[in-house]
């Protein structure tokens, strides 16, 4: 099995790390500043007779009068189409107009979504982000989702297996 697998979200979400950390190695840069990718990025991920062809996106941005924005904007809204699988990365402690946006592209994709809900190694405010999970669901009633760690890897191989089943 072979395919395109492109990971969604706002900036600062996790994307970069979250590629990052199932490739095992430093491809896409990560920062706290956010836009630090400009470019669709891709890893490829081969194990066993699975090969999974990762498209880390710019992010999707709300400000759509710089042309950087625009370009972004661009590229994100490119690497949504002709995917087979979507993972839509959502940070478990902040909802925001712009995660909003991203939402409603994520909700247009015809193809299986996964939502994975980052950050959850901060264990701290554990709550905040649950109350906004069920009605995440209701919005994207065929998402599976799946609380991560893009940082800790925690949860990875769940995801990755998901990723695999929908390829
Ligand atoms: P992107 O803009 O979506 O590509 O986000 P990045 O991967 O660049 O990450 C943005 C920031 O969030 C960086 O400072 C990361 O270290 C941090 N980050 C990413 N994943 C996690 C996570 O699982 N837990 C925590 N605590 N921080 C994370
Ligand atoms: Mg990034």
């Given at each position: 099995r072979c395919?395109?697998?492109a990971i969604v979200g706002r900036p600062n979400v996790g994307k970069s790390t979250?590629?990052?950390h199932i490739l095992g190695q430093k491809l896409?840069?990560?920062s706290r500043k956010p836009q630090t990718t400009?470019?669709?990025?891709l890893g490829i991920k081969t194990e066993g007779n699975v090969q999974a062809i990762y498209v880390d996106t710019p992010g999707l941005h709300k400000q759509n009068d710089k042309a950087l924005n625009r370009y972004m904007n661009k590229n994100a809204a490119a690497a949504l189409k002709d995917v087979d699988v979507?993972?839509?990365v959502v940070d478990r402690t902040r909802w925001?107009?712009?995660d909003q946006m991203v939402l409603e592209r994520v909700q247009f994709v015809r193809g299986p979504v996964l939502v994975a809900v980052n950050k959850a190694d901060r264990l701290d405010d554990k709550t905040e982000m649950l109350p906004h999970l069920e009605w995440l669901a209701q919005q994207l009633p065929n998402a599976e989702i799946v609380p991560i760690s893009a940082?800790?890897?925690k949860n990875l191989d769940l995801l990755e297996k998901l990723v695999a089943e929908r390829l």
């Open positions: 395919g395109y697998v979250l590629l990052n896409a840069i990560t400009r470019h669709n990025m979507v993972i839509f925001t107009e712009e940082l800790q890897g």
